[in-house]
C-alpha cells in the first residue's frame, strides 16, 4: 500500500461528509416550502425530526468512518508491512505503530484521543461533538505521515 | 453543423479553462518560490463528461511544516466556473478556489467563503495555516 492510498481513504471520507452535509441541508430547506419533496418525504413516512436527528449526527457518524479508515490502515501496514499475522485492538495497533515508527507521543496522544472519542460515540451514546471532523481528520493525518511512503 | 459548433464551443471553454489554470498554477508557483519554498511541478489528467479528457499543471509545495498540492478538479462545477483545491498534508486541510468571473473565492471545508483578495501576502499566510 501507498501512503497516499491511505490519505485518499481518508479524504474520500472529507468529500463524502462534505456531499452529504450539502444534501441533508438542501433537503431541509426544500422541506419548507417545495412540494416535490414534501410529498416525496411523505411517501417515505419521513419525519421532520428524523431528518434533523440526522443532521445532528452526520458529524459524528462520519468520525466513525474516518477512524475506520485510519484503523484499516495501521493494520494493513502491520501485517502487510511488517508481516504480522495478529489483528491487535485498536489501542494497541497504535503503541505498537507508535513504537515501531518512533511516532512523535504528542501525534500518539491526539489520535488516542480521536480513538476515545470514537469509542464514546459507540458505547457511550456520545452525541455531542467534543472534536471535530476536521479535527479528527487532521490528527490521524499528522501521524499517518510517520509511516513509509510505501509498505 | 450544430453538433460541430457545440464541439468547438466545448473545445474552446477547455481551452480556456486550461489555461487559466496554468495561468493560476504559474502564479502560485512565482509567490511559492519568492517564499524560498521549494516547488515540484507536474501534469495531470481530467476527465469531464462535457469536455472529455485533458491535461492540467499540478503543484506541490514543500513549506518547513508540510506540503502543499494544488490540484484542479475541474471546470464544469456546481454554480461556479471552476474549481482547483489547495491541499494540506499531512493534516488534509483544504480550500477551494472557486471560479466567480475572472475572480477565485476561497472557500474553505466548512463552505464558508474567506472574504480575503487572492494575492501573494494572502496565499502565504494561507498556505501556512493550511498545513499547520
New interface residues.
Given amino acids: 500500500m501507498l501512503r497516499a492510498e491511505a490519505?485518499d481513504l481518508?479524504?474520500r471520507v472529507?468529500d463524502e461528509h462534505?456531499a452529504a452535509?450539502?444534501s441533508l441541508a438542501q433537503t431541509l430547506r426544500s422541506l419548507q416550502s417545495d412540494s416535490a419533496v414534501i410529498a416525496a418525504g411523505a411517501a417515505k413516512g419521513l419525519s421532520h425530526g428524523e431528518l434533523h436527528r440526522c443532521a445532528r449526527n452526520l458529524e459524528i457518524t462520519y468520525v466513525i468512518r474516518l477512524f475506520s479508515e485510519f484503523e484499516g490502515t495501521l493494520v494493513d501496514y502491520w501485517q502487510q508491512g511488517l508481516g504480522k499475522s495478529t489483528r491487535p485492538r485498536a489501542s494497541t495497533l497504535i503503541a505498537l505503530v507508535t513504537a515501531h515508527r518512533s511516532i512523535d507521543l504528542a501525534h500518539r496522544r491526539s489520535v488516542d484521543d480521536v480513538r476515545e472519542y470514537r469509542n464514546d460515540i459507540i458505547h457511550e451514546q456520545l452525541r455531542n461533538s467534543r472534536l471535530r471532523f476536521?479535527e479528527c481528520?487532521?490528527r490521524l493525518?499528522?501521524f499517518?505521515?510517520w509511516l513509509p511512503p510505501e509498505w | 453543423m450544430a453538433a460541430e459548433q457545440d464541439l468547438q464551443y466545448r473545445k474552446q471553454r477547455r481551452d480556456q479553462w486550461v489555461e487559466r489554470v496554468a495561468h493560476l498554477v504559474d502564479e502560485i508557483s512565482d509567490w511559492a518560490q519568492k517564499e524560498g519554498w521549494t516547488v515540484r511541478r507536474d501534469r495531470k489528467e481530467i476527465t469531464e463528461p462535457l469536455l472529455g479528457t485533458y491535461e492540467v499543471p499540478v503543484l506541490a509545495i514543500g513549506l518547513p511544516d508540510?506540503e502543499l498540492q494544488v490540484q484542479p478538479i475541474g471546470l464544469c462545477i456546481v454554480g461556479a466556473e471552476g474549481r482547483v483545491d489547495l491541499?494540506a498534508?499531512?493534516?488534509?486541510?483544504?480550500v477551494k478556489l472557486v471560479g466567480r468571473g475572472d475572480d477565485w473565492e476561497i472557500i474553505t471545508?466548512?463552505?464558508v467563503p474567506l472574504r480575503i483578495s487572492w494575492e501573494p501576502k494572502n496565499f502565504i499566510q494561507l498556505a501556512r495555516d493550511l498545513v499547520a
Avoid: A, C, Q
Wanted: hydrophobic share 20%; net charge positive; charged share 35%.
Fill in positions: 490519505y481518508l479524504k472529507r462534505e452535509k450539502f476536521h481528520k487532521s493525518g499528522r499517518l505521515s | 508540510g491541499e498534508f499531512p493534516t488534509l486541510n483544504r471545508d466548512s463552505n
